[in-house]
């Protein structure tokens, strides 16, 4: 019997998947969510002190919500996008509010929560919860653009056509399809990667349309990159790195003090008030919201 991509995916994935918290029954519903709001455009070596600091303090979701959404923005860190610790605040005041305090198990429920899209309602649901969802993160459409389309790399952004391919090879069994949104996610980060892909290592190599096509490259819109040094995010973040050091509002002075060029200080302080990651107090000092 000729195996498929999905099963031995799914039997490789038993045998070479990493020991990771949120991965433990212990972890929960709640440390999933944590874990997958964490995760997005952030590598987990980064992720795991962070996060085992977070559910220390912060067990269950009301225990955030009981906290300022400032609190949760000191302790994001230096994980970056700190507009994701805020989503997460919010996320958590309504399980607490409008759900008992308990992570909800529908894709629609915890779609309507704020913060959350399909990718992580889809996500939480199936790894929490093991129902049957289609779960596309940049891992998984690399696979699947790989093995069943015969592409380097997926489009910027997902497709009717890459959701329709998802869909239509998802396993019937929800269990199944658990399984193998976890086994294609990690297939990706540690075998089918992005720049250094090690084919022979792949379990689907003998099954795989890129492979098979003789690896052509991608020949769509450039890539987006991921520049970070002397860009206005790198000066928010040394913005904001002022703010969660401190417990008391600061000076404008000691903030301006953190980024030398002044026209792009301006834009990212703007920013932070904008997104709800800083506030300008009446005497002209700023705070964590």
């Known amino acids: 019997m000729v195996m498929s991509v999905i099963e031995l995916t799914v039997g490789w994935y038993r ?41 220390a303090r912060w067990p269950k979701p009301g225990d ?5 959404s400032g609190e949760a923005v000191r302790a994001w860190g230096r994980l970056g996008y700190p507009r994701r610790a805020l ?27 704020p913060g959350i899209g399909d990718y992580t309602a889809a996500a939480v649901a199936s790894f929490a919860y093991g129902r049957r969802h289609a779960v596309l993160d940049t891992n998984v459409r690399r696979v699947l653009a790989r ?4 592409a380097q790399y997926p489009a910027n952004t997902v497709s009717a056509a890459e959701r329709e391919l998802a869909k239509r090879i998802l396993p019937e069994q ?15 980060a540690l075998v089918c990667t992005a720049k250094a892909p090690r084919c022979e290592q792949c379990p689907v190599a003998a099954l795989c349309k890129w492979r098979e096509s003789g690896y052509p490259e991608h020949t769509g819109p450039a890539r987006r990159g991921q520049s970070y040094a002397g860009t206005d995010r790198q000066c928010r973040g040394a913005l904001l790195a002022v703010l969660r050091a401190a417990h008391i509002p600061v000076e404008a002075e000691t903030l301006f003090a953190a980024w030398p060029d002044e026209a792009q200080r301006g834009r990212a302080l703007q920013g932070l008030l ?10 002209s000092r700023y705070r964590l919201p």
Do not use: C, N
């Open 15 to 55: 045998d070479h998947k990493r020991d990771l918290p949120w991965r433990h029954p212990e972890a929960g519903a709640w440390g999933v969510m944590v874990s997958e709001f964490m995760l997005q455009q952030t590598p987990v070596s980064r992720v795991l002190p962070v996060y085992e600091l977070w559910l």
């Open 274 to 283: 904008t997104d709800g990651l800083a506030v300008r107090t009446a005497d």
């Open 174 to 188: 929800a269990s199944d399809a658990a399984a193998w949104a976890a086994a294609s996610m990690e297939l990706g």
């Open 87 to 113: 989503r997460l605040h919010a996320a958590a005041t309504a399980i607490a509010t409008g759900h008992g305090g308990v992570v909800p198990a529908s894709y629609e429920e915890l779609r309507s929560l």
């Open 147 to 150: 093995a069943y389309s015969g």
């Open 64 to 68: 955030l919500a009981a906290e300022s």
